[in-house]
C-alpha cells in the first residue's frame, strides 16, 4: 500500500537564508524544509545535496537520479518531492521525466524568496508539491514542477524570471500525454555543450567544444534557425564525424523550422531542429540519450 510520499532535498533558495552580509546561502536541511509547512501526511526525508543550483554538475544530478529511482522503487512511495534551486530547476526535472520508470510522480519545487524572508513562498510551494505527490490523481504524471499555485509538465518548462512568484512558465501537465523515455543512465561521463549564437559569430565556439571532449552540441540559433555560414559548415563536419548536433532558437517557446535558409540548412548538414525544448533542456536531453545509448533522431525536440 502507497502510504508516504518522500521528499529530496538539493538547497536551492527554497533552503537558503541571508547571511549578515545579505548574502543568501542554502543552509537549511530537509527537516527544516519540511517543518515550515505544516504539512500533515506521512512524508521521508533524505538530503541529495546542498547547493545553488547553478552550482549542480552531472554527477549530482546522477545522485539526485539514482536517490528519486531508489524511492520510486519502494512499495509504500506513493511519489517523489524534489526541493531544488529555480535556476536549473528545468534541467534536472526534464532528465528525472526522460529518466525515471513507472507510474509515479515526480515532483519539483522550491522558492523565489530565501527561507529567511517573512514573505517566502517556499512552504506553500513544497506543501502544495507535497499533496500532489500523495494524491491518487498524480499517477501517471510523470515528472512535474509544482510553483505558485500551478503544475507544469517538466517538458517544456522554463524559468521566466527572476522576480515575483511565478518564476516558471510552461503548459499544464496532462495525465495520459505521450511519455518520453530513455533507459536509466548516468549522464556524468557523457559532455554536451551548448552553444550561442550572434551576429558575427564564427564556428570557434563549436570547434573548442569538439575538441574538448563533446559527443552531442545544442546550437542556441538566431530566430527559428539563423546561423552564419562558418557554423553551417563546422555543424556538417561534425555530424559526419558522429557527433550529435540540436538547433535551438534563442527566442523561448519558438521552433527551430525550414522555413528559411538557416534551418533548412542545419537539417542538410546532419542537425536536428528543435520544435518544443530550450537549449538548457535540450542540452540535458542530449546527455540523457547519448549516455543511455539511444538514438537521438527518436526523440522529440
Given at each position: ?19 549578515p552580509s545579505g548574502v543568501r546561502r542554502p543552509v ?186 563533446a559527443r552531442g552540441l545544442v546550437l542556441a540559433t ?80
Open positions: 500500500m502507497n502510504n508516504f510520499v518522500t521528499l529530496i532535498t538539493t538547497g536551492g533558495t527554497i533552503a537558503s537564508v541571508a547571511d537549511l536541511g530537509a527537516h527544516d524544509l519540511l517543518a515550515a509547512t505544516g504539512y500533515q501526511g506521512r512524508v521521508k526525508v533524505r538530503e541529495a545535496v546542498r547547493k545553488d543550483s547553478s552550482l549542480l554538475d552531472f554527477a549530482d544530478v546522477d545522485q539526485i537520479r539514482r536517490i528519486v529511482a531508489q524511492e520510486l522503487d519502494n512499495p509504500s512511495v506513493s511519489g517523489v518531492v524534489v526541493a531544488h534551486g529555480t535556476d536549473t530547476m528545468e534541467e534536472t526535472a526534464i532528465l528525472l521525466d526522460l529518466l525515471t520508470g513507472g507510474d509515479k510522480p515526480v515532483v519539483l519545487t522550491g522558492a523565489a524568496r530565501p527561507a529567511s524572508d517573512p514573505a517566502t513562498d517556499g512552504p506553500a510551494n513544497l506543501r502544495h508539491a507535497l499533496a500532489f505527490a500523495a494524491s491518487p490523481g498524480a499517477r501517471g504524471a510523470g515528472a512535474v514542477i509544482c510553483f505558485a499555485g500551478a503544475t507544469l509538465a517538466a517538458r517544456g518548462a522554463h524559468k521566466r524570471h527572476t522576480g515575483g512568484d511565478d518564476v516558471f512558465g510552461g503548459r499544464a501537465h496532462a495525465k495520459g500525454a505521450p511519455a518520453v523515455k530513455a533507459p536509466a543512465c548516468d549522464i556524468a561521463a557523457t559532455r554536451v555543450d551548448l552553444v550561442a549564437l550572434c551576429q558575427g559569430a564564427d564556428r570557434t565556439g563549436v570547434d573548442a567544444s569538439v575538441a574538448a571532449g538566431m530566430g527559428n534557425g539563423g546561423v552564419p555560414d562558418s557554423v553551417t559548415q563546422a555543424v556538417a563536419e561534425h555530424a559526419r564525424a558522429g557527433i550529435a548536433v540540436v538547433a535551438c532558437s534563442r527566442v523561448l517557446g519558438a521552433p527551430v523550422t525550414p522555413e528559411y535558409s538557416g534551418g533548412a540548412r542545419l537539417i542538410a548538414a546532419g542537425a536536428l531542429l528543435a520544435a518544443e525544448l530550450s537549449a538548457p533542456q535540450a542540452r540535458m536531453q542530449l546527455a540523457a540519450v547519448l549516455a543511455s545509448g539511444s538514438d537521438p533522431r527518436r526523440f522529440p525536440w
